[in-house]
């Protein structure tokens, strides 16, 4: 979606960088998490404070990218759309 938006509004180069660079700390985020939460689920098959606790923190961690992602999205993408959609 955010390829397709970049396309038809013309996102420049620099731009896409930040766009990529974005949408690239999302996909991180999202794979340290998995590995964490599968390895917590090997190492602690039981309930356990602490491995709540870094689960948490590994889906904090998504979070913080997704909001650096949006944040990112309105920067790049908010001043061009609105010029196309308002003229």
Do not use: C, Q, Y
Request: aromatic share 6%; charged share 15%.
């Amino acid at each position: 979606m955010v390829a397709v938006m970049g396309i038809w509004l013309r996102v420049r180069l620099g731009d896409w960088l930040w766009l990529g660079a974005a949408v690239s700390a999302v996909w991180t985020a999202e794979l340290v998490n998995t590995a964490v939460e599968r390895t917590v689920d090997l190492v602690s098959p039981d309930e356990h404070p602490l491995a709540e606790a870094a689960k948490d923190t590994a889906a904090g961690a998504v979070l913080a990218a997704s909001l650096f992602a949006v944040g990112v999205g309105l920067v790049v993408l908010a001043p061009p759309l609105w010029r196309a959609l308002v003229g």
